[in-house]
Structure formats: C-alpha cells, structure tokens
T-cell receptor
C-alpha cells in the first residue's frame, strides 16, 4: 500500500520556539494532504487541507498564522507550529490522497508527538 | 449534530469471539464513503475497510466486515475471531463527495481483547 512518512516522530521544544513537521508521500503523488491534531484519548480533528501549489484551507478555529502549512511539491507538505506554547502539545498526524481519479482512501503518516515545555 | 457517532467508548471481547463496533452517520450528500481505521497505542492509523454509498454489497476484508445499513445510516464494523493484537482504538470516518477528500472522524471505540 501507499506509504506516508512524517518527520520527526517526536519533538520536545521550549515555549516560544517554532517547530516544523514534514509529511511525505513516499511512493505516490498527492495533490492534497491533510493535517490533523489528536489530543490524548480524543479523536482526530482536521486542522487544515493542504493543496499543492496553493494556500491551505484551515478549519474554523485553527489559527493560520500559528500553524503555517506549505505544500511545496506533490510529495511534501510541512506544518510549522510558530511560537509554540504548552497548549500546542499534541499528536499531529498528516494524511495524503493519491492523485488517482476516484480514489477514496487517505493514507496516514505515523504521527508526530509534540511536547512544548 | 455530530456527523459520525460511535456510542461505545470502550468494549471488551473474549479472544476468538466476534465483536461489533457501532457507527452511525448523518449526511444529506448522496455520494459518500465510510471508513474504519484502527489506531494502536503507537498512534499510527491503520486502514481496515471501506464502504461506498452506492456499493450494493457489504464490504469484507479478511476478519473485518462492514454491516452497512443505508436506510438506518449505520456502518458497524464486525471483527470475527478476535485476537489479542486487535486491542486498540477504532475510528469510524466518513468522506462526503461534496466536501472533497476530507474526513470526519467519530470519537472512537477502545477495544480490549481478553485472553
């Protein structure tokens, strides 16, 4: 099956610093990638939809200036958490949909656990 | 109103027995897809099974089957012959054609398989 990687798998940072998380589709091209956040014992909440070559679409309540998304190529999307604070500590998961007409499935990355001290 | 409802926050099942995880959904879009994912403690999301709104037959994938009742808007996951490795969180998700490729997830059901 299609593989999506995320880097780093975990990161600990000080409050006020910025953290970049990469999401790569390894064996397929993805015009659309998604970023989710998952708090402990809760479900995945969609943060934004990342489209290659255009601005990301953010869900209501998600600060686009705080969570910067760049989808620079058909295989790479990055999420930058700017000026991170402890409340940003969470599990961040990306997913990607292959550029195949009619394809339904999203393939998920393994997630990145962010801890802000 | 919630679009995906999973009413069972936690469930136990004896090893080798079958278990049904409930999922109901709400949509006015005639074209949609329903998915089940498994999330073990490692956090990765593992795709289990997919059912399209126009599919005539219930989807099956190995020990997983989806009991799709369109009129009742339910898409329950049935796991046959449970194994210890099936212990995990299970999420039901829906994709609506009119909403592009984005998914809506239910709150999940934690399944614990007892030896």
């Amino acid at each position: 099956g299609a593989v999506v990687s995320q880097h780093p798998s975990w990161v600990i940072c000080k409050s006020g610093t910025s953290v970049k998380i990469e999401c790569r589709s390894l064996d397929f091209q993805a015009t659309t990638m998604f970023w989710y956040r998952q708090f402990p014992k809760q479900s995945l909440m969609l943060m934004a939809t990342s489209n290659e070559g255009s601005k990301a679409t953010y869900e209501q309540g998600v600060e686009k200036d705080k969570f910067l998304i760049n989808h620079a190529s058909l295989t790479l999307s990055t999420l930058t958490v700017t000026s991170a604070h402890p409340e940003d500590s969470s599990f961040y998961i990306c997913s990607a949909t292959p550029w195949v007409a009619g394809h339904n499935e999203q393939f998920f990355g393994p997630g990145t656990r962010l801890t802000v001290l | 109103a919630q679009k995906i409802t999973q009413t069972q926050p936690g469930m136990f099942v004896q090893e080798k027995e079958a278990v049904t995880l409930d999922c109901t959904y709400d949509t006015s879009d005639p074209s949609y897809g329903l998915f089940w994912y498994k999330q073990p403690s490692s956090g990765e999301m593992i795709f289990l099974i997919y059912q399209g709104s126009y599919d005539q037959q219930n989807a099956t994938e190995g020990r997983y089957s989806l009991n799709f009742q369109k009129a009742r808007k339910s898409a329950n996951l049935v796991i046959s012959a449970s194994q210890l490795g099936d212990s995990a969180m299970y999420f039901c998700a829906m994709r609506e054609e009119g909403q592009g490729f984005s998914f809506i997830f239910g709150k999940g059901t934690r399944l614990l398989v007892k030896p």
